[in-house]
């Protein structure tokens, strides 16, 4: 049974960093698309950063590109997301994601999903 599990989350001011991890468990992702989306209270789940073809190319969008780190250690079976320079809009609730596969498009199809971590930016 495949399982994501989201990590650190929390509360942050404006400014500071925070690092998600997302640790996968029934099966080896290391070719596999996997992304971070994110959705804040009324608004659409979008997504935020992904590792694309199975590695040779990385996504993020634009509120959250030159800010925002994605990594993966195929060793350990866990994806990252390094996030620097926090703003109250990046507030919102976490999710990584993983598909069994790579796709010609990166950002859908996601099959696995973890449960969440809130991610709270105060000003």
């Known amino acids: 049974q495949v399982q994501l599990v989201e990590s650190g989350g929390g509360l942050v001011q404006a400014g500071g960093s925070l690092r998600l991890s997302c640790a996968a468990s029934?099966?080896?992702?290391?070719?596999?698309?996997m992304g971070w989306f994110r959705q804040a209270p009324g608004k659409e789940r979008e997504l935020v950063a992904a590792?694309?073809?199975?590695?040779?190319?990385?996504y993020y969008s634009d509120s959250v590109k030159g800010r925002f780190t994605i990594s993966r250690d195929n060793v350990k079976n866990t994806l990252y997301l390094q996030m620097n320079s926090l703003k109250p809009e990046d507030t919102a609730v976490y999710y990584c994601?993983?598909?069994?596969?790579?796709?010609?498009?990166?950002?859908?199809?996601?099959?696995?999903w973890g449960q969440g971590t809130q991610v709270t930016v105060s000003s």
């Open positions: 590792i694309c073809w199975g590695g040779r190319s990385l």
């Open positions: 994601a993983a598909k069994p596969y790579s796709t010609t498009n990166c950002a859908s199809a996601y099959n696995y």
């Open positions: 029934g099966r080896t992702f290391s070719g596999s698309d």
